[in-house]
Each structure stands twice: as structure tokens, then as C-alpha cells.
């Protein structure tokens, strides 16, 4: 391979590897391990997402959301203090076609919300509190955007 191409290859794979913000590998594989053995795909759906919705947000062409327990009562009784509480786990699938193509989580903890999104394999791109999520979020009812806090 010629020293040029070689050099565009290097780029290109380090471009790559930087198209994420995983500030917390460890921690993002350890909460996608928790909702599966949890079985997130039994849990109730997020409200408006009854079964797989169009979506025009970054997270696919089309989506699954699932609510925890936590977030589920809290729909269930309407009662809040204008936040979601410790403990709320929202999981989003995200299709292309049938094609699983990626899994966002995020996780209400003490210090605000867990971001995390994983490729198709369950490898995290994003996790801890990208800016990007951030930022795209904070126009959410508690930075959750696919629906409010009732």
C-alpha cells in the first residue's frame, strides 16, 4: 500500500474511534449487562411507544422505548416532584428496518442522569454525561424528550 494511502487509513480509523464520547466503558458495559439480565424488553412501555414508533431523532429511523419499574409508577400514580426519581431507567432500541442498530439507556442517578448508547453489538459509543446528550436532552421534561412527566 503506498505511504499516502496508508496515512489516509490511519485517519480514517482514528476518525472513527473518536465518534463517540465513552467516558465510562466499565460503567456503561456493567448498566447495558444490568437491564438485560433485568430483561428490559418484558418492562412497560414508555407512554406513546406502545410498539415500535417512526422516529426522526437521532437514535434511528424507528424505536422501542421501555420504562423501568421506578418510571413506570410514577406514570401510573401521577406523582412527582418535577423530576423523575432515583432508580429511573429508560432503554431505548433503535431500528433500522428490523435491524437492531443501536441501544440508548439512561439511568437516574444521584448526581442527575446516565447516558449511555451502545452499537448493535452492545459496545458503548457514549456514556457517563456526554455533552451531546446533554445538551440535546435538556429541552426534555427532566431531560427525558420521547415523553413528560405526567
Known amino acids: 500500500m503506498p505511504s499516502g494511502l496508508k496515512l ?3 485517519v480514517a ?3 472513527l474511534a473518536a465518534c463517540g464520547d465513552n467516558q465510562d ?3 456503561a458495559r456493567e448498566l ?5 439480565v433485568d430483561q428490559y424488553r418484558t418492562w412497560d412501555r414508555a407512554p406513546g411507544f406502545e410498539q415500535r414508533k417512526s422516529s426522526n431523532a437521532p437514535h434511528s429511523d424507528a424505536v422501542d422505548i421501555y420504562v423501568n419499574d421506578v418510571v413506570a409508577e410514577v406514570l401510573a400514580l401521577r406523582a412527582h416532584d418535577g423530576a423523575w426519581p432515583q432508580g429511573a431507567i429508560i432503554v431505548k432500541d433503535g431500528f433500522d428496518g ?10 437516574k442517578r444521584k448526581d442527575g442522569w446516565y447516558w449511555a448508547e451502545y452499537d448493535a453489538d452492545g459496545d458503548p459509543d457514549y456514556s457517563g454525561h456526554p455533552d451531546i446528550c446533554i445538551d440535546c436532552h435538556k429541552s426534555g421534561s427532566d ?8
Not at 32 to 36: I, S, Y
Not at 98 to 107: F, H, N, P
Not at 143 to 150: D, E
Request: charged fraction near 20%.
Open 8 to 10: 489516509s487509513a490511519v
Open 13 to 15: 480509523l482514528f476518525s
Open 25 to 27: 466503558d466499565a460503567g
Open 32 to 36: 447495558l449487562a444490568r437491564v438485560r
Open 98 to 107: 428490523s435491524k437492531l442498530e443501536i441501544t440508548a439507556v439512561m439511568e
Open 143 to 150: 431531560f427525558v424528550r420521547a415523553f413528560s412527566l405526567p
